[in-house]
């Protein structure tokens, strides 16, 4: 199969997909018409890239730089507590400065770490399971999406039970930071949780700073701080980014997948009589249905430059179409479809890539494998049994509300 692409020099020559439209989903026809038609798109929000290839070579291209501050600074604050935060995220690092921080974390989630976990994360599946199993419809966003990585991230970082509730809300609110390119009217939400949260995890610090012996992750970051590797505003935003990326992503993902099984239910079948396909399963959830439909933060390109003969202005945003790219028929024939027993061998862009790839990646791959072996061993397929409600398009991408009954033919 040939794939004829034109030329395009001039941003404004590019086929235009509008993110920001009222309903948009990546789902929409128009997305793969653009894909066909151009390797990039133009939207009311800067850049999109469609492809591939094109989005796996610009994620590491030294031109563009990723910086959560400009994102802010788009949506109308250019100082304040918020634009601070932003700078001092993982995602607005560079060089040296982010190999440090970032390493702090990665050694925290590394192989010998999560394999320690998995019990806890079984245990905790099984649990949410049973309570699925007897309350019939629910919200599974509430009953088992939020609450399994939620569980799994306040454990590492020692957060009581009775705390969850505030970490659930104020720390979804935070992650609407993604979407203020699409909305910026949602920044006084973002604002107020982000005031929220830092807060309660500056109080956490307080009461945990005389107790860093135990192998917590919170408790590794607090001797690194004694020791001067982290000073307090790194230190803060760090743990409020955990908890924010350690427990949203997963839950959008998770959720996600649960659309899509709703809808193929042969697949659910499949993988209740093959669990041995768990990974493999998980691997084509991030490929067919990434939570990052886009990259998070976009890129913003330091310098004009030349790509692929167009001409890309210093200061434009270009967003990485995470879920346009995993769907590229160049790289995934038969890219539209479903199937959990295809092994794909191209490496996926769901979770980054470059000095940005996403440190929890691991933890992240296992808490989704847990869930979908635990939930296919127990329940029957999904069905969505009301109104679905969504996230913003742009950045963390997947259901608010999913309400779902299980079926109960389960393999022995």
Known sequence: MSFPTQARSSVEDLPFVDVTAVGFTWEDPVVAAAREECWAARTPV????????????????????????????????????????AALTVQSRSGADLHRVRGLVTRRFAAPRVAELRPFIRTTAE??????????????????????????????????????????????????????????????????????????????????????????????????????????????????????????????????????????????TLLQEHPELAEQAVDEVLRYCPTTGAIGTPRTAVEDLCYQSLHIPAGTSIYLG???????????????????????????LVFSGGPHYCPGAMLGHTELTEALTVLTSRLGSPRIAGPVTWRPPLGNVGPETLPLCFGWGVSA
């Open 127 to 268: 649990r949410l399971a049973e309570r699925l199993a007897a309350a019939g419809p629910c919200d599974f966003v509430e009953a088992f999406a939020d609450p399994l990585p939620l569980t799994v991230i306040c454990h590492l970082l020692g957060i009581p039970l009775k705390d969850y509730g505030l970490i659930r809300r104020r720390s979804k609110d935070i992650s609407l930071i993604f979407a203020l390119d699409c909305d910026p009217s949602l920044l006084p939400v973002v604002e107020e949780s982000l005031a929220g949260l830092s807060g309660y995890v500056e109080t956490l610090i307080r009461e945990r700073a005389k107790e860093t012996g135990g192998g917590l992750v919170l408790s590794h970051l607090l001797r690194t701080h004694q020791d001067g590797g982290l000073d307090e505003g790194e230190l803060r935003t760090l743990v409020v980014q955990l908890l924010g990326a350690g427990s949203n992503t997963v839950s959008h993902q998770l959720s996600l997948a649960m659309v899509a099984f709703a809808r193929h239910p042969e697949q659910w």
């Open 322 to 348: 995470v879920h346009p790219a995993h769907r590229d028929p160049r790289v995934f024939p038969d890219g539209d479809t479903f199937n959990i027993s295809v092994k794909r061998e191209v490496p996926l």
């Open 46 to 85: 800067g850049l999109l890239v469609l492809r591939y290839a094109e989005a796996a070579e610009l994620l590491r291209d030294p031109r563009l730089i990723s910086d959560m501050s400009l994102v802010v600074e788009r949506a109308g604050r250019t100082s304040g507590p918020l634009h601070d935060a």
